[in-house]
């Protein structure tokens, strides 16, 4: 996908692996100025400036907890403090702890409502008031798990559906001050996860999509990065679905 971003300054969280590497990879390939948080890896973290610095890009890595408000909003001003401006944010990181209700347990809830809700507030929080003065775009990862549920992931679903109302709400905020905000919202993804699934889950997955596979990580980053460009510039407060027809 052809996007120039030349001189657009970009914040992903969650990086270094899967949707969230594609997403930074496909910035980066549009000219932009590339951010992204990490968590655990620098060695990982340390590679990827590598790669995107042999290419021409302009990158920096940040690593902490999203989940930590102190946290989310140095690395915004990291990155307002390096490049002076934050044009787009990209709210991507998160996590699994998958079990029935009846064995989930209150740090399993807790877990990954702060990473996957907590942590899109944070960011989107440090984020306000300089995007309000120079305008932008937020794009908000969610999952189709949010919109259909699914059994054994209630406390995924839950934040995954929160950040749905939470972009709406916010985009009706923002609008007035040219600070677009949307969702992309998508299905199963070829990635490290899906690679551990065993041949019948694969197989029941596939059942279930008109398309009769599963996205590249790739395909997820072309919708953020179309939501990311002036071709999207009159669309706020909208959940894009790059789910391969499993929910329509």
């Known amino acids: 996908m052809h996007v120039d971003l030349n001189n657009k300054t970009v914040l992903v969280t969650g990086g270094t692996r899967g949707i969230g590497r594609a997403i930074v990879e496909a910035f980066a390939e549009a000219g932009a100025r590339?951010?992204?948080?990490?968590?655990s890896s620098t060695d990982e973290a340390e590679a990827l400036v590598d790669a995107l610095e042999e290419q021409g890009t302009d990158a920096l890595s940040l690593q902490g907890d999203v989940a930590d408000f102190e946290i989310a909003q140095?690395?915004?001003?990291?990155?307002?403090?390096?490049?002076?401006?934050?044009?787009?944010?990209?709210?991507?990181?998160?996590?699994?702890?998958?079990?029935?209700?009846?064995?989930?347990?209150?740090?399993?809830?807790?877990?990954?409502?702060?990473?996957?809700?907590?942590?899109?507030?944070?960011?989107s929080k440090a984020a306000y008031r300089p995007m309000m003065r120079s305008g932008g775009s937020i794009i908000n990862i969610s999952s189709v798990v949010g919109t259909t549920g699914n059994a054994g992931q209630t406390n995924y679903a839950a934040s995954k559906a929160g950040i749905v109302g939470f972009s709406k709400s916010l985009a009706k905020e923002l609008?007035?001050?040219?600070?677009?905000?949307?969702?992309?919202?998508?299905?199963?993804?070829?990635?490290?996860?899906?690679?551990?699934?065993?041949?019948?889950?694969?197989?029941?997955?596939?059942?279930?999509v008109p398309l009769d596979?599963?996205?590249?990580?790739?395909?997820?980053?072309?919708?953020?990065?179309?939501?990311?460009?002036?071709?999207?510039?009159?669309?706020?407060?909208?959940?894009?679905?790059?789910?391969?027809?499993?929910?329509?």
């Open 175 to 208: 609008g007035s001050r040219d600070v677009n905000v949307n969702v992309v919202a998508p299905g199963y993804v070829q990635t490290d996860m899906t690679d551990e699934l065993d041949e019948d889950t694969r197989e029941t997955i596939l059942d279930a």
């Open 74 to 123: 140095s690395h915004v001003d990291a990155v307002l403090d390096h490049w002076d401006t934050l044009d787009v944010l990209v709210n991507n990181a998160g996590i699994t702890r998958d079990g029935l209700m009846l064995r989930l347990t209150e740090e399993d809830w807790d877990a990954v409502v702060d990473t996957n809700l907590k942590g899109v507030f944070n960011f």
């Open 213 to 248: 596979r599963l996205a590249s990580p790739s395909e997820i980053a072309d919708a953020v990065l179309f939501l990311a460009s002036p071709a999207a510039n009159y669309v706020t407060g909208h959940v894009l679905h790059v789910n391969g027809g499993l929910s329509m």
């Open 34 to 39: 590339v951010a992204f948080t990490y968590r």
